[in-house]
């Protein structure tokens, strides 16, 4: 994924519904993907990752999906909550090196 | 247990000053990440250290800035002297990474939030 600078795509959600988050990945080798969530004044948080060797990963109220022929990554959020307002990073890296290419994220708004 | 510890969280210099922003990682991880995050170019890797080395310093943007590890509970991000244009927020991320089995997960500190006016 790319920075895309002063521009953050937005997601508005209202409360209850479940929300879905996508990000394209540019690496083909990267077989290590996280997804991160940011609050205010906060440094980003772990939330869910996921290996190449799975398409699918569960969590507490979230999902990851990987599609590695198209090359995209989603996280899925059930019942999003208040709590949920933050920007959402994916971040994809080969398990070879250390190296985390982060997307440009995407902020999610929770509706009362 | 403690996460990643970063000191300070906020400064605010002059520009010209010398700033060094420290680092403690996570107990046990063997790697450490300093990442630079602004509105415009959003989170960028300055460098990073596996067992105290210096890995990668590619995204360090010119001599002004340097990076130490001395031990492997420590290290220090310096830059002198300081612009404006280095205001920013700082983050140190650490993990484990093993040789034969990869990385895992980057845990990130709560940042030091830098002015330089």
């Known amino acids: 994924g790319e920075s895309v600078g002063l521009h953050l795509p937005t997601l508005s959600v209202q409360e209850g519904d479940n929300s879905i988050i996508n990000c394209a990945y540019s690496?083909?080798?990267?077989?290590?993907f996280i997804w991160y969530k940011q609050e205010s004044g906060k440094g980003p948080q772990f939330i869910i990752d996921i290996r190449s060797n799975m398409d699918k990963r569960q969590g507490q109220r979230v999902t990851v999906l990987l599609n590695k022929t198209v090359k995209h990554l989603s996280l899925q959020i059930a019942a999003t909550q208040p709590g949920d307002s933050a920007v959402y990073f994916c971040?994809?890296?080969?398990?070879?090196?250390?190296?985390?290419?982060f997307g440009g994220g995407t902020r999610v708004l929770v509706k009362p | 247990d403690a996460g990643v510890i970063q000191s300070p969280r906020h400064e605010v210099t002059e520009m010209g000053q010398e700033v060094t922003l420290r680092c403690k990682p996570i107990?046990?991880?063997?790697?450490l990440f300093w990442y630079r995050q602004t509105m415009m170019r959003g989170l960028e890797l300055l460098i990073y250290?596996?067992?105290?080395?210096?890995?990668?310093d590619s995204g360090m943007p010119e001599d002004r800035f340097s990076a130490k590890m001395p031990n492997a509970s420590f290290s220090t991000l310096k830059i002198q002297p300081s612009e404006p244009r280095d205001s920013a927020v700082y983050f140190c991320a650490s993990n484990i990474f093993r040789t034969s089995g990869g990385s895992d997960t980057q845990y990130f500190g709560p940042g030091t939030r830098l002015t330089v006016l």
């Open positions: 250290f596996n067992n105290n080395v210096p890995i990668d």
């Open positions: 107990s046990g991880h063997n790697s």
């Open positions: 690496n083909s080798a990267s077989d290590y």
């Open positions: 971040a994809e890296t080969s398990t070879a090196g250390n190296k985390l290419t």
